[in-house]
């Protein structure tokens, strides 16, 4: 019998639970180096939380692709496909109109080993984090947070053609504090910004031809071989050995606060969302030797910079430039669908009461329709 108290909705809340449909997303994405000892720290610190042998697994960056992406998304459309909810007074979801948004986020993929020989086999799996998202949408922002556990901020996102007819300019705009000093009073700044040439083929481009990625794709060898598949996901697929997604399964770490503590946490737990990329199509890219990407590396934003790239100790407040090692853009329906909590953490309380019981259902996706037939499920951790 489940003991989970209901939820009590909120007559103002515009919090709308997935699934969700994105058709007509126009995708820019640029891949860069990162850091994987970096990248090793964030996982260290928000995910790989606990004892190992406790939790059973553990988060590694995966070592065959060192790179990020930065992803910059135009919703023209974001549509509810959520059921109706039985016996509920309220306007369904899906009766609630559509919205629109820009999005901008930053994708490493990792590796959660299983640990042990038996969950080596049935927990390994490659995921996603997101070290750092941001929405121009408030709606979208509370919601991303609340539903879904993503840390999206609130920005200000520029996603329009560049200089050139046929490029691209994105930037990000937050509030943060330009240096460290007391009493210094946060301010709007730039995060981020990137330019491009126009897609391939062009003659705008100042790099040289044939040494680029991008430009050997554009060889009569490469458009043999991308004619040869049936549909441009299945070609990003093949290019990417899978790790540009049509099917992306996010992780991070979803908590709450304790309102008497605020250092301490009430609940913790790891949670996944997937995203489908569909009918993927007018797949382009871009010369990434001449895409330019900076990072503003002052003040406060020096702090998300280190999660993910070997930048100075301290802040410089001077912009911090990246090389891209292959861009591209498309447009892809998307729909976001099903959410998994796959470990809830041990929470230590107060004046002798045990700890709040932990749950684990870390089975790989692979494994899922076969675990009836191989075990039961992975039942709740007895304090």
């Known amino acids: 019998m489940s003991t989970r108290v209901p939820y009590v909705q909120s007559a103002a809340s515009q919090q709308v639970p997935p699934p969700y449909h994105f058709p007509g997303v126009t995708v820019n994405t640029f891949y860069f180096n990162v850091s994987m000892a970096k990248v090793q720290e964030y996982c260290d610190r928000y995910l790989n939380i606990g004892d190992e042998a406790a939790r059973g697994y553990v988060y590694r960056p995966l070592a065959a692709w060192p790179y990020a992406s930065v992803l910059f998304l135009d919703y023209p459309t974001m549509i509810s496909a959520a059921p109706p909810s039985p016996g509920l007074n309220e306007v369904p979801y899906a009766d609630r109109g559509a919205i629109s948004q820009t999005e901008v986020f930053v994708a490493i993929p990792l590796v959660r080993y299983g640990v042990g020989p038996a969950r080596l086999i049935t927990d390994t799996t490659v995921e996603w984090a997101l070290p750092f998202i941001c929405v121009g949408n408030p709606m979208s922002s509370v919601c991303g947070r609340e539903m879904l556990g993503l840390g999206k901020l609130l920005a200000d996102i520029v996603n329009t053609e560049g200089r050139y007819p046929d490029s691209f300019h994105g930037s990000i705009s937050l509030p943060g504090w330009p240096d460290n000093e007391p009493g210094t009073r946060q301010a709007m700044q730039e995060f981020l910004t990137i330019d491009t040439k126009p897609v391939l083929p062009t003659t705008a481009g100042t790099q040289p ?22 549909s441009a996901a299945n070609f990003i697929d093949s290019f990417s050995l899978g790790l540009i997604p049509t099917s992306m399964r996010t992780v991070g770490l979803k908590q709450y606060r304790d309102a008497a503590h605020p250092h301490r946490a009430v609940y913790q737990a790891l949670v ?28 406060s934003f020096h702090q998300i910079l280190k999660v993910f790239l070997d930048v100075p100790e ?11 090692v292959a861009a591209c853009r498309f447009m892809a329906d998307i729909n976001f669908d099903t959410m ?44």
Request: overall charge positive.
């Open 340 to 383: 998994q909590v796959i470990r809830e953490f041990p929470i230590d309380r107060d004046d002798g009461l045990p700890p709040t019981p932990g749950s684990s259902d870390l089975a790989s996706r692979w494994y899922r329709p076969l675990r009836g037939f191989f075990g039961p499920r992975q039942g709740v951790e007895q304090p």
């Open 272 to 299: 996944t969302c997937r995203a489908q990329y569909t009918r993927v199509r007018e797949v382009q890219f871009y010369n990434e030797l001449d895409v330019d990407m900076t990072f503003n590396n002052s003040g």
């Open 209 to 230: 031809p044939r040494r680029t990625m991008a430009s050997l794709l554009q060889s009569r060898e490469a458009m043999k071989f991308m004619g040869s598949v049936s």
């Open 314 to 324: 301290h802040p410089t407040g001077l912009p911090f430039s990246v090389n891209t």
